[in-house]
């Protein structure tokens, strides 16, 4: 998968924005997997290299 595509993932997934139904498992997968896991969810941002703006908002579900 594009990290572009994991991004747009990860802040949909931040900005409560529901799955769309044209999606692939993959796609699927990804998302259930950082909705699921905050600590998921900031790992793949430090991959993806958008730790910062992730952190900040995740710093609120501590």
């Not at 529901?18 to 950082?34: D, F, G, Q, T």
Request: aromatic share 6%.
């Amino acid at each position: 998968m594009e990290s572009q595509l994991k991004k747009n993932i990860l802040f949909d997934v931040l900005d409560g924005v529901p799955p769309s139904i044209n999606e692939n498992e993959e796609v699927l997968s990804y998302r259930k997997a950082i909705e699921k896991s905050n600590l998921t969810l900031e790992e793949e941002a430090m991959k993806l290299g958008i730790s910062r703006d992730i952190i900040e908002f995740t710093e609120d579900f501590r």
